[in-house]
């Protein structure tokens, strides 16, 4: 499967039963090139530019979704081929379907050089969950938003628009959701996991 990204991509996570296999490259473009992990994990490189967004999760009863194999994510957390220099580590909200703390953090130990640029919540679960986060706390980047918000950040060398969404109701889907849109091999990226504009009068 193609996806023409003349100017814009825009990326969705893959529901139960999609026919994408893992690390199957979906896009390539003038340079571009996405590759999908699990569920809304991807690998985007262009040159020496290289962002991984949501792949960092592992199996779990209460929600099954794909995951990566025990072998791909060690391969992820190792930072092995073609998981090495990724310059930003994105992580959209605060599920086990979007993250595992123990694996961020492992890769982040790994992985000195790339940073996580996420939400607060993700970063109080990782503190919360793992007695290494202080390690790897400077690797670390959150934007403080308000409910629709955005701002402008560079990391690494990758530009990024960041800006808070609902996940859903708040009653039932509380967590924040930051949705990205980033510059990458001359192409502009939208990446918003989850966020399926329950009210999209309001943005």
Known sequence: MSLAVPVMAALVCATAGAQLAATETIAQNSGLTVTYISHCGFLFI????????????????????????????????????????????????????????????RFLLNNPKSVLVTTLEVRTQMEKDSTEFKKVQSQVVVALLDGKQSTTLEVNGIKLEMARLKHGDDGQWAPIVYADIFEIGGKKVLYAPETPGYFPEKY
């Open 46 to 105: 262009s040159g020496n530019q290289k962002i991984l967004t949501d792949a960092l999760i592992e199996p779990s009863k209460e929600w099954p979704n794909d995951t990566p194999s025990p072998d791909l994510l060690k391969k992820m957390e190792r930072g092995e081929p073609p998981f090495d220099h990724i310059n930003v580590l994105l992580i959209g909200l605060n599920h086990i379907d979007h993250h595992s703390s123990a694996s961020s953090v």
